[in-house]
């Protein structure tokens, strides 16, 4: 009996009169060319690329922040580049800070663009920049990379479309990590660039 329903069964599987087809599954279509992704060189500091210009108070290296002044139109400051001392002198290393400061107004601007300026951790401790730093602080030949060595601590005057150059220096302690660089220039609001504290 056992055998007879086997074969019943053989039978009924063979007959194509009987049989079902199944429909064939389509694969489902994959990109032929996969996403690659850069890679990241641990090596050197990462800074995301500048966005384009729209006017914003706060970004990071590279970006051009718009600053509302006491007197006349606001500023549009950019942070140019940066770069660390090796040396560690009583307890810190020199932090120079290149920026672009440009009055796009139409009235003129006398001020300090760096006296109201501080390093801020991710601690919130805080280092004022530094009035008057050495030559050491500074680079040799910041020219040829289209900088200044101008003190923006001190007074600068901008005509209408002007544009001035200048750097700001702190003295941090403690190792690289992320910073932010802070700076007012009507006393309420504070434009912000965040930056390893490295070269850049």
């Known amino acids: 009996m056992t055998v007879a329903a086997v074969s019943s069964l053989s039978l009924v599987a063979c007959d194509p009169a ?9 694969p489902t279509p994959t ?3 996969p996403t690659v992704r850069p890679e990241v060189d641990p090596l050197v500091p990462f800074s995301p690329a500048p966005t384009p210009f729209q006017e914003i108070t706060s970004g990071f290296a590279e970006d051009t922040l718009t600053l509302p002044t006491t007197d006349g139109g606001p500023l549009h400051v950019t942070f140019d580049s940066t770069a660390l001392s090796l ?7 020199s932090f120079s800070v290149w920026f672009t400061v440009r009055n796009p107004g139409d009235t003129p601007w006398t001020g300090s663009v760096g006296s109201t300026a501080v390093l801020v951790d991710l601690n919130e401790a805080q280092f004022a920049a530094v009035v008057g730093p050495s030559p050491a602080e500074l680079h040799p030949n910041p020219g040829r990379y289209g900088r ?11 005509e209408p479309g002007q544009v001035r150059r200048g750097v700001i220096v702190f003295r941090p302690t403690g190792g690289n990590r992320l910073v932010e660089i802070r ?3 009507d006393g309420e609001t ?3 660039w965040q930056t390893p504290l490295g070269v850049f």
């Not at 200044?148 to 901008?158: E, F, M, V, W, Y």
């Open 31 to 33: 990109s032929s060319s």
């Open 190 to 192: 504070w434009g912000t």
């Open 18 to 26: 009987t049989t079902t087809t199944e429909p064939a599954l389509v």
């Open 148 to 158: 200044s060595n101008d003190d923006l601590t001190t007074p600068i005057s901008l």
């Open 87 to 93: 040396t560690v002198v009583e307890g810190y290393r």
């Open 183 to 185: 700076l007012t220039l």
